[in-house]
C-alpha cells in the first residue's frame, strides 16, 4: 500500500527564510499530489495540487515541485512570515484510479519574527 | 454559501456508548468524505459517498462504524459501543465531484474532537 513520509516533524526558521518542507512517497507513482495547510483546532485547507506531467506549479510565494523518478515533492515557502506558521500535510490520491486521499503526518513549521 | 460544518464540536462519551457525528457538505457538492485524525497521526480515510453510488467503506476500521448520506447531502458517522482508542478528531470533507476529476479540491470542515473515557 502507499505510504507517505514528512521527514520532518517540525521545520524553525526565520521570517524571511525560504522554508522547504519534503514529502516522499513509496509506492506507485500518484497522478497528483497535495499540499494542505492545518491550523490548530482546524480541518486542513487546500494549497496546490501538482499532477505527474508537471514539475512545478507556483502560487504566490508557494512553490510545489514534483520528481517521479526520486518518489518526491518539495514544497517551498518564499520570504516566509509569521503567519505562515502551521503543520503543512502532504496528501496523494489512496488509490491510483481513487479520489479519497492518504496523508502524510505533516510537518510544523515555525517561523520566528 | 458557508463552508463545510460539523457537529458537535467536540463529544465526551464513555466507553461503550454509542456516538453521532453529523456533517453538513457544502451545497452541491456530490461528494462527500469522513477521515480520522488521532493525536501524532496522519488523516485516515474511513468512507467516502460520491453521488448515489455505493459508499467506499474500505477505510472504516471495525464494524462498529458505519456512516450513512441522506438526500445526497448530510451524513452521519455512527459509533457504537466506543472504544478509548476510537478517540480522535473526526474530519468531513466535501468537493464537487466531478465525474471522470479525480482531483477535485477537498473541502474540510472544522472536526469533532471525541473523547472515550
Known amino acids: 500500500s502507499q505510504k507517505i513520509e514528512q521527514n520532518s516533524e517540525a521545520l524553525n526558521i526565520q521570517e524571511g527564510k525560504t522554508a522547504t518542507l519534503t514529502c516522499n512517497y513509496t509506492?506507485?507513482?500518484?497522478?497528483?499530489l497535495q499540499w494542505y495547510r492545518q491550523d490548530p483546532g482546524r480541518g486542513p485547507v487546500f494549497l496546490l495540487l501538482?499532477?505527474?506531467?508537471?514539475k512545478e506549479k507556483r502560487k504566490e510565494r508557494l512553490k510545489v515541485t514534483f520528481d517521479t523518478t526520486l518518489k518526491q515533492s518539495l514544497f517551498h515557502i518564499t520570504a516566509s512570515q509569521p503567519a505562515d506558521s502551521a503543520t503543512y500535510l502532504c496528501?496523494?490520491?489512496?488509490?491510483?484510479?481513487?479520489?479519497?486521499?492518504?496523508f502524510g503526518k505533516g510537518t510544523t513549521l515555525s517561523v520566528s519574527s | 454559501g458557508a463552508g463545510v460544518s460539523q457537529s458537535p464540536s467536540n463529544k465526551v462519551t464513555e466507553k461503550g456508548k454509542d456516538v453521532e457525528l453529523r456533517c453538513d457538505p457544502i451545497?452541491?457538492?456530490?461528494?462527500l468524505y469522513w477521515y480520522r485524525q488521532s493525536l501524532g497521526q496522519g488523516l485516515e480515510f474511513l468512507i467516502y459517498?460520491?453521488?448515489?453510488?455505493?459508499?467506499?467503506k474500505s477505510g472504516l476500521p471495525s464494524d462498529r462504524f458505519s456512516a450513512e448520506r441522506t438526500g445526497g447531502s448530510v451524513s452521519t458517522l455512527t459509533i457504537q459501543r466506543t472504544q478509548q482508542e476510537d478517540s480522535a478528531v473526526y474530519l468531513c470533507?466535501?468537493?464537487?465531484?466531478?465525474?471522470?476529476?479525480?482531483?477535485?479540491?477537498?473541502?474540510f470542515g472544522p472536526g469533532t474532537r471525541l473523547t472515550v473515557l
Open positions: 470533507a466535501s468537493s464537487l465531484g466531478v465525474a471522470g476529476d479525480r482531483t477535485d479540491t477537498q473541502y
Open positions: 509506492n506507485y507513482s500518484p497522478a497528483y
Open positions: 501538482i499532477r505527474e506531467n508537471e
Open positions: 496528501a496523494l490520491p489512496r488509490t491510483q484510479a481513487g479520489t479519497a486521499l492518504i
Open positions: 451545497s452541491g457538492h456530490t461528494a
Open positions: 459517498f460520491q453521488g448515489n453510488s455505493a459508499p467506499d
